[in-house]
Structures are given as structure tokens and as C-alpha cells.
């Protein structure tokens, strides 16, 4: 069991490590890339390949400006591909909707701007659909965010 997290440039490290968090959360091995569509597809293509040799269950891909790594992920894999818009030119507007867009046939699941978090806990997810002990860790986690959400919210609101 794998995870994948793939990011085209080292200045989106920070957006990206809430994916890495998330996926710690619940002892999820992961690896992690920095791989550009346009500036290296061959190197991008090579891992994918190692990806899928070597047991990955799922890739997060964030991107940027013209966002196409998600895309160029999901269109040279079977594999289940996450994409993470990153904030950039029009307020990350410009990524997500190039993510969001896919080609019928190409999906990439695709959470909100800067939003890696989500991104973790849907491979999380698809995970738990195969490993029990990823799917009881996720029963636990929402059961405790329930119960922490409602003592942190006892008391009201001052405004």
C-alpha cells in the first residue's frame, strides 16, 4: 500500500505537505515527486510507470497556473489521480478549472484551492475501501471530529 504525491515545482511544498499530514494521520506509506508535465514528461512518465510497479494505490497531483500534471498523470495511468489546485495567477481559478475540466474518460478527483488536506484524506479513503484498518482509523477520525466539534462549540459564540 502507496501513496504518491506529485508536485511540479519545490515552491508548492507547503501547499502540498497538508496531503503528507493527512496521509501520516493514518499510517499511509507515501512517497513524494517533484515532477513537471512540461519541463520533464519523460522523468514524469518513468515514475508513473515505477508507481504502478511498485504497488502505488493512488496519486495526489497538485498544480498550478495551467494545471495540466493532474491530467497528464491521469491520462498515462489507470491509477486513481487527486488533483490539488495551487493558488497562482488568478487565485488558483485558472488551476482548478483546468483540473476540474478533464476529458470524458480522463477523470481527476479534484478538491479545493490549496486544499491537499482533502486531497490525503480521499486517498484515505480509497484505501479503506481495501485495507479494514485504514477504514476503522477513518470511522475513528470522524467520530472524534464530531465529538471535539461539539465540546469546542458548547459554549456558544460571542460576537
Keep these: 500500500m502507496k501513496v504518491a504525491i506529485i508536485f511540479g515545482s519545490k515552491s508548492d511544498t507547503e501547499v502540498m505537505r497538508g496531503a503528507a499530514n493527512a496521509l501520516r494521520e493514518f499510517d499511509i506509506p507515501f512517497e513524494a515527486h517533484v515532477l513537471s508535465a512540461h519541463r520533464v514528461p519523460e522523468k514524469l512518465s518513468e515514475v508513473i510507470k515505477n508507481l504502478e510497479e511498485t504497488g502505488c494505490e493512488a496519486i495526489i497531483a497538485g498544480a498550478g497556473l495551467a494545471a495540466h500534471l493532474p491530467g497528464?498523470?491521469?491520462?498515462?495511468?489507470?491509477l486513481p489521480v487527486i488533483g490539488v489546485?495551487?493558488?497562482?495567477?488568478?487565485?488558483?481559478?485558472?488551476a482548478l478549472f483546468s483540473i476540474v475540466q478533464m476529458p470524458k474518460g480522463i477523470p481527476v478527483s479534484t478538491v479545493g484551492i490549496n486544499n491537499s488536506y482533502n486531497a490525503g484524506m480521499i486517498a484515505a479513503q480509497i484505501l479503506g475501501v481495501k485495507y479494514p484498518e485504514i477504514k476503522d482509523k477513518l470511522e475513528k477520525y470522524r467520530k472524534d471530529m464530531k465529538v471535539n466539534f461539539i465540546r469546542d462549540n458548547e459554549e456558544g459564540v460571542e460576537l
Design 85 to 94: 489546485p495551487i493558488k497562482g495567477a488568478v487565485e488558483g481559478m485558472d
Design 72 to 78: 497528464v498523470i491521469a491520462s498515462q495511468t489507470t
